[in-house]
């Protein structure tokens, strides 16, 4: 019997790439999307005719205790990472399953949790040498210090299970930087490279986090999506090979960057575009970071350093995706193309 699936998220950047991965890989489950309004519907609608649409938001917690509990598997991939209400309404839903109709709930997290330590030292721009890893660590990484990122609604999903890990089963994807594009019927864009080659453009003038030496991991959202894929599979098949509740942590990385060598990988792909007159990196202070992003110290200068083992080890995960570095020409291209400095292929062929 097909599973049931209750996914939110379909219109954002990593659940629309999962749900059109789920869907390619196995168009015979039964999804429900949550969605917001009607204008999301019409485009998860266009594009998976077979989807069932609920409308709400994450803090319909009522109808995502509904949803839940029709579904064999969730999704949440909306916002969850910081999300309290929502993570509290699936608790709920799982709370009531029993141990002959498990729910299998799979959250989104990300290793900016790794961050704590930066933050804590306040060593923004600097290379922290800790380097966790999802399997010999798994015991540390779910300890982390409370006042981490993303910390406090892991510690709603890690409860879930708590009192009947028979009847749920909980796994938190953790990705790093992602980059790529999304493949979805909305949002295809990511965040944190993206709004560093932006901010560069828009300042026609390159520049360094600081000193720039802070390092994280990154991961193709394809590869990602793998993840959520392998972890759907081995809910369908009971659990399969997959590690659930306690041990149900996963990291999704394609290798390790020096934030440094990003900046400046862009300001010379910028210059050889024409778009910006040199590639000469300025360090930027804290301040002048956070007026560029309101998160721009965060995503730019922490360390966020996690190995991906446990996909790998027990999924048989592979990353087959471009890298970050392959990407940042077309990243490069993407924004400066939304900022209207280049155009775009069907512009020129209007003319």
């Known amino acids: 019997m097909a599973p049931k699936v209750f996914l939110t998220g379909a219109t954002g950047y990593i659940g629309g790439d999962a749900l059109f ?25 266009a594009a998976y005719p077979t989807v069932r649409l609920v409308y709400g938001t994450l803090d319909s917690t009522d109808l995502l205790e509904e949803e839940a509990g029709k579904a064999d598997i969730v999704y949440h991939t909306a916002d969850s990472s910081d999300h309290v209400a929502s993570a509290e309404a699936f608790g709920k839903a799982a709370a009531k ?21 930066t933050t804590e030292k306040d060593a923004y721009g600097t290379e922290l040498p800790r380097i966790y890893n999802d399997w010999d660590d798994i015991k540390e990484v779910t300890s982390i210090p409370d006042f981490a990122s993303h910390r406090h609604v892991d510690k709603i999903v890690l409860r879930m299970s708590s009192t009947n890990p028979q009847a ?7 990705p790093p930087c992602i980059h790529g594009p999304g493949r979805g019927p909305d949002n295809q864009r990511s965040i944190q490279v993206y709004e560093a080659a932006k901010a560069i453009l828009k300042r026609k003038q390159a520049f360094l986090p600081l000193k720039g030496d802070n390092v994280w991991h990154e991961v193709n959202v394809h590869d990602l999506s793998d993840v959520f894929k392998l972890l759907g599979e081995a809910a369908a098949a009971g659990g399969g090979e997959a590690t659930w509740n306690e ?34 990196t300025l360090s930027l202070p804290a301040d ?48 400066a193309r939304a900022l209207g400095l280049i155009e775009g292929h069907a512009a020129k062929v209007t003319k």
């Open 97 to 117: 399953r029993a141990p002959s109709s498990p729910l299998f709930y799979i959250h989104t997290g990300g290793t900016g949790l790794l961050g704590w330590e």
């Open 288 to 335: 002048e970071l956070t007026k560029l992003h309101p998160a721009g110290l965060y995503l730019w200068g922490s360390n966020s350093r996690g190995k991906a083992i446990r996909a790998r080890k027990l999924l048989g995960w592979e990353c087959r995706g471009k890298s970050l570095k392959e990407d940042l020409s077309e990243i490069v291209e993407r924004e």
């Open 168 to 174: 749920v089963k909980t796994a938190i994807v953790c």
């Open 21 to 45: 991965a789920l869907v390619e890989a196995h168009p015979d489950w039964e999804y429900t999307c949550l969605v917001r309004n009607a204008d999301k519907g019409a485009k998860v609608a």
């Open 247 to 280: 041990d149900g942590y996963y990291f999704a990385e394609h290798g390790e960057f020096v934030w440094k060598d990003i900046f400046q990988s862009i300001a010379k792909i910028a210059k050889q575009k024409g778009l910006i007159e040199s590639d000469e």
